[in-house]
């Protein structure tokens, strides 16, 4: 980092580490909002100075100066601590006061203050601002990630659904599609050994070919469409294994 001589003359400052007092903060971490938010082009980066501390130990601290000097250290300080923007201002209200030294019975004086008086109301105007522009977008922010939760999670129970539906197919006791011996457990009466003949009748007529799922006990079977059932023997498939899939 490159250490500038600052050339302000008379102006009115602020250092980093006066900020840092301010909003009771650690000095470096000033810094480096300053810094991140100066390579985001929100501000300008302020001069760099060496500056005798205390203690007597020399530190580098960002100076800030004039009108834009005040701005960007408004900014700062809403990125630090937004409850702090109104101290910072009559920070610089006093800074300034104390630098013009003209005494209040003067024109100039009562120019002065009026001046700083305007000053002070733009400031608390773009303050609030800020906080506002701050607080829509927190509030898009997050209604932006409910959304995206919301969508994630419909989702995910609509592929379990599927899931369980494909399941329940395969296995010869959905509701798109059932085994005679799946219908006879759940319903608990017999169709006969003829009993899938109106049921292929059904399907045939339509070119319709029943798949076959594998039962432990019998093998392959077939799987007969809901309509065929509905048709011959008014079975509801959908009423008969859950309502949880599409009816075919």
């Keep these: 980092m490159t250490i500038a001589k600052f050339q302000g003359g008379d102006a009115v400052t602020m250092s980093s580490q006066e900020i840092a007092d301010l909003v009771c903060a650690r000095h470096d971490s000033v810094k480096r909002t300053i810094e991140r ?12 100075v060496e500056v005798k501390n205390h203690l007597g130990q020399t530190v580098e601290q960002y100076l800030f100066s004039g009108e834009k000097g005040k701005r960007d250290s408004l900014v700062v300080v809403a990125q630090l601590s937004p409850e702090f923007t109104g101290a910072l201002v009559d920070r ?21 203050v009026i001046q700083g008086l305007a000053t002070k109301q733009l400031a608390l105007i773009a303050e609030n601002k800020l906080v506002t522009q701050q607080r829509d977008i927190a509030i898009e922010t997050k209604a932006e990630i409910g959304s995206r939760r919301e969508a994630t999670a419909m989702a995910t129970a609509s592929a379990a659904v599927r899931r369980v539906q494909k399941l329940k197919d395969d296995l010869g006791l959905g509701t798109r599609q059932a085994a005679i011996l799946a219908v006879e457990k759940a319903l608990g009466r017999k169709f006969g050994v003829s009993g899938y003949v109106p049921l292929r009748r059904w399907c045939k007529e339509r070119d319709i070919t029943a798949p076959k799922v594998f039962h432990p006990t019998y093998g392959f079977v077939r799987c007969w469409p809901a309509g065929a059932w509905m048709d011959v023997y008014q079975v509801d498939l959908a009423d008969l294994f859950g309502a949880d899939g599409e009816q075919a």
Excluded: H, I
């Design 37 to 48: 938010l100066a390579e985001k082009g929100v501000v300008q980066l302020p001069p760099l």
């Design 92 to 112: 610089w209200q006093k800074l300034e006061e104390q630098q013009a030294d003209v005494s209040l019975d003067t024109d100039e004086g009562k120019l002065l």
